[in-house]
Structures are given as structure tokens and as C-alpha cells.
């Protein structure tokens, strides 16, 4: 029996709105496990975003709970990496100061004799080493995507918490950072949950998918995926892998549907 | 009309007998202390309005108000309560300095991402070091515009803060030369005016290069 980590118990969140409470995350039950890699998939407005930010810790539910590793989550903690669509790598500070950042808090994990050379070990991991002393700003989105991933592994989170990460790169770099981020999960094991709309993108990283619905979100679906890891491009020629990409695309293309109409009544 | 031969001469004229180097001193110095004391209070006036919604409702009307007025208007109200000396100019300049650069602050903090806020609070940081690593560094730039533009402000609202009671500075040197009709008296206090501000304006921007390096800037072709 795996580990349970993070459970939804029943977790349902209402935003104040204008026009009174609006459910946006309704009655939802899970579990992750240990070492899992966990997709949430759903059409854009549904709600997802806002599961993670329940275990991210920005979102308390509004009835039911979160739970990780048995506790109420109350915060923000450096036990959670996120990683964002928008990077928010930080414009003032180096690269290489960008990744020590969460590594000099006060609540860091990681005791100052180890800082540089993690640090030195994840500029090279992520292809970063020649952009040590380099600004933000002359990286491209892929780069700085990777410097996002650096940062947030500095700090050593047992959880990788992602929120349409390679949503705004082209789609041949997006394809380089899902493979550079399966290798070094390889090396590195973390339990992750993935936010995407891409159902491509959700079975060749994932262990498990969940399939969400229209606002407010519940579970549709949950599909384990039936291959494991390593992987490499070639799965995606996988006839499993491209049945599973049709079942899932129908699945969530009801549930797009059904949110359009939602959005076009608000209207 | 004087010629720019003339205006040259008699600018040598003022410079040697020592009447200018004083007058620009002193003119220097009250834009100096009236803009300082200016930005110091529309730093954290600026920071308070860009970053608390409710503190915006509540002051955006008064500070559009008080920015309204010309300081010259108000100089029979800063005698009437600070008298004629010193303070009574740095006063003026202060107001113009406050609300000019009270405005580029709380736009600029107004426009901080809070995508950096709620990294860093992934991260682990506490409210302290949010202010402290995030929010300070953010705000520098804007710190440092609001200073250029309070300056701007102050040297062109200097003539009119002279005209309480200044027996130097070059607000009076112009103000005395014009009841005189001496035309290149005049050029001369209008040129300094503008070398000055000039200067201090490029040695901010150089410091403002050096501050904030990592800013993305639209390099002129």
C-alpha cells in the first residue's frame, strides 16, 4: 500500500462574488500517493487552478478539507514547489540568485553549506550553467521556464505543484521541458500534481489522470495510465497511447463544451 | 534685447564676483531639502495608496485636490503660517516635490505583479522578507522616478517659492533683475536654472543605471 500524501476530503470552495457566492470547486474527493504523478485536466475556467491553489495553500476550502500528510493545509511552505504558467522568476536578481533565493530564507530547509553546490547542481541540470551571472531578461521563455523548476527544486519540496507550466512555450520547446522534467523526476522523485488542459501533454507525463468537469468542478474520471517510466517520445506512436488520447480528448472536449455554454450564459 | 555674446559676458560678470555661485547655491540647496523631504513622505504615502485598495478610495480625491493647486497660490497661506524665512521656501518646494512624486509612486506600485509575491510566498518567505526581498527591489525603480520627476518639479516651481521674501537664490536673481528690465540678467538665472536641473537629472539617471540593472528596457535604436 502506497503512502497517502495529499487528500481532498469533500472539498468544496465558494468565491464572493457580486452576485453572491459563486461554487467554483464542488464536493471533491481524492488521494495522491507517494510518487505520484497526478494530471488534472479540464476545459479552461472549470475551477482547476484553484485545486491546487487549496494544497499550494493560497485557497482554504470552504467546507470539507485538504489534507497533507494528515494535517489541515493552513499555507504556503517550502514542503510545496510551484511552478507557474507565468515563471515569476524574479527580474532583479541573477539566475543563479533567482535559484538561491528560497535556499537563503529563514524557514529554508537547506543548511548553508550545501547551498552552492545545489545550486551549481541545478544550473547544470537545467542547462542553465553558462547563464549563471546572467538577468532574466536575456533568457527565453523555455529558460526561463527552467530557471522556475530550478528554483523551486532548490528548496527541496516533496511536492511539485504545477499550473499549466509549458502553456506559453512553442510546442517544440514545450516537448523538450515535459523530457528534460520526466528526467530529472527520474533522478529525483517527487510526488506531482500537474494542472493542464493538454491531454497529450497529461498522459505522457502522468501516472494518473483526473478528468474534471465544467464549473463547478467535480471529479469526472479518473484514468490510471498504463505505462511506466522512464518514457520517451516514441510512446506517443504507442497504439495504447493513442486510444487513450482519443477516450480522454472526448471526455474532456463534453466537459469544454459544457463550460462554453456556462461562459456564454454569464454573458 | 541682449545678444548671446552679452548674455556670455555678463554671465562671466556674475560667476567671478560671486553673486551667482550664491545664488545657485542657495537655490540648490532649498530644491534639495524640499525635494528630500518631499520624496521621503511620498514613498511610504505612495506605497500605502498603490498597495491598500481602501486607502485609494479614500485618498485618491484628496491628493488629486492638493495637486491641482498651483503653489504659487498658495504663497500668501505659507506666509501667513510659516512667516518669510527659510522654511517658508522649502515648504513650497516640499508640496511640489510630495505630490508630484506621491502620484508616479503609487502608480508604479499599483503595477507590481503579484505573481512575484505569491512565488516567493511558495518559496517560503515570511511577510518581512516579502517587503524586505521582493517588494523593496520592485519599488526601487519607481523610487527612483518619482526623485527625477519631484526634481523637474521643484526647479520649475523654484521662481515662485523665491518670490517669498529671497534675497538670493536664482528664482530672486531673475525676479529683481525683471523689475530692473535688465534682460540678460535674466538669461543668465533662466540658463543656470536649466544647467542645473540638467545635471542633476543625468547624474540620477546614471545612478538609476547603476541601481537597477536588471530592468527590461526599449533601447533606442
Known amino acids: ?267 | 534685447m541682449p545678444t548671446p555674446v552679452q548674455v556670455a559676458l555678463k554671465f562671466k560678470e556674475l560667476l567671478f564676483s560671486g553673486r551667482l555661485l550664491l545664488d545657485m547655491l542657495m537655490s540648490t540647496q532649498r530644491v534639495f531639502f524640499g525635494v528630500i523631504c518631499g520624496i521621503a513622505l511620498a514613498v511610504p504615502v505612495g506605497f500605502l495608496i498603490g498597495w491598500y485598495k481602501d486607502a485609494r478610495t479614500f485618498l485618491d480625491p484628496l491628493i488629486n485636490f492638493f495637486r491641482a493647486l498651483p503653489p504659487i497660490a498658495l504663497i500668501p497661506l505659507v506666509i501667513v503660517y510659516f512667516g518669510i524665512d527659510e522654511p517658508a521656501k522649502i515648504i513650497i518646494l516640499f508640496y511640489a516635490s510630495f505630490f508630484a512624486g506621491v502620484i508616479v509612486m503609487y502608480e508604479g506600485v499599483a503595477q507590481i505583479s503579484p505573481i512575484f509575491i505569491k512565488v516567493a510566498r511558495t518559496l517560503g518567505a515570511t511577510e518581512w522578507e516579502i517587503f524586505a526581498k521582493v517588494i523593496v527591489p520592485l519599488t526601487t525603480p519607481h523610487i527612483l522616478t518619482a526623485l527625477r520627476v519631484a526634481l523637474g518639479v521643484a526647479w520649475a516651481t523654484l521662481v515662485a517659492s523665491e518670490l517669498v521674501a529671497a534675497q538670493q537664490g536664482l528664482g530672486a536673481l531673475i525676479q529683481s533683475a525683471g523689475s530692473f528690465f535688465q534682460i540678460d540678467v535674466i538669461y543668465v538665472g533662466i540658463i543656470s536654472i536649466g544647467a542645473i536641473a540638467l545635471t542633476m537629472d543625468l547624474a540620477l539617471r546614471a545612478l538609476t543605471r547603476r541601481l537597477i540593472r536588471w530592468q527590461e528596457r526599449v533601447e533606442s535604436q
Not at chain 1, 517510466?229 to 472526448?250: I, M, N, Q, T, W
Open chain 1, 1 to 267: 500500500m502506497m503512502r497517502e500524501r495529499i487528500i481532498f476530503d469533500r472539498a468544496v470552495v465558494d468565491f464572493q462574488t457580486d452576485q453572491g457566492p459563486l461554487r467554483v470547486v464542488d464536493d471533491v474527493s481524492f488521494t495522491i500517493n507517494e510518487g505520484e504523478f497526478v494530471s488534472i485536466v479540464g476545459p479552461s475556467g472549470c475551477g482547476k487552478t484553484t485545486m491546487m491553489n487549496m494544497v499550494a495553500g493560497f485557497v482554504r476550502p470552504t467546507s470539507g478539507q485538504v489534507l497533507l500528510d494528515g494535517t489541515p493545509i493552513t499555507g504556503p511552505g517550502q514542503d510545496r514547489g510551484v511552478i507557474f504558467q507565468e515563471y515569476g522568476v524574479f527580474p532583479w536578481l541573477t539566475v543563479e540568485q533567482n535559484i538561491l533565493f528560497g535556499m537563503k530564507l529563514q524557514k529554508s530547509r537547506v543548511p548553508q553549506t550545501e547551498r552552492e553546490s545545489l545550486k551549481d547542481r541545478y544550473l547544470q541540470l537545467m542547462g542553465l550553467g553558462d547563464f549563471a551571472k546572467a538577468f532574466p531578461r536575456t533568457l527565453s521563455g523555455g529558460m526561463r521556464q527552467r530557471l522556475a523548476i530550478a528554483r523551486a527544486y532548490a528548496t527541496r519540496p516533496d511536492f511539485l505543484l504545477m499550473d499549466e507550466p509549458f502553456g506559453a512555450l512553442d510546442s517544440q520547446t514545450r516537448s523538450n521541458m515535459q523530457n528534460l522534467l520526466l528526467d530529472v523526476l527520474q533522478r529525483e522523485g517527487k510526488t506531482v500534481m500537474l494542472i493542464t488542459h493538454s491531454v497529450d501533454e497529461a498522459i505522457y507525463l502522468s501516472s494518473k489522470i483526473f478528468v474534471v468537469t465544467a464549473r463547478p468542478a467535480r471529479i469526472k474520471e479518473i484514468i490510471e495510465v498504463p505505462f511506466g517510466y522512464p518514457r520517451h517520445e516514441e510512446l506517443h506512436d504507442d497504439s495504447r497511447f493513442v486510444s487513450l488520447k482519443a477516450r480522454l480528448r472526448g471526455l474532456v472536449m463534453e466537459e469544454y463544451e459544457a463550460q462554453q455554454r456556462l461562459s456564454i450564459k454569464e454573458v
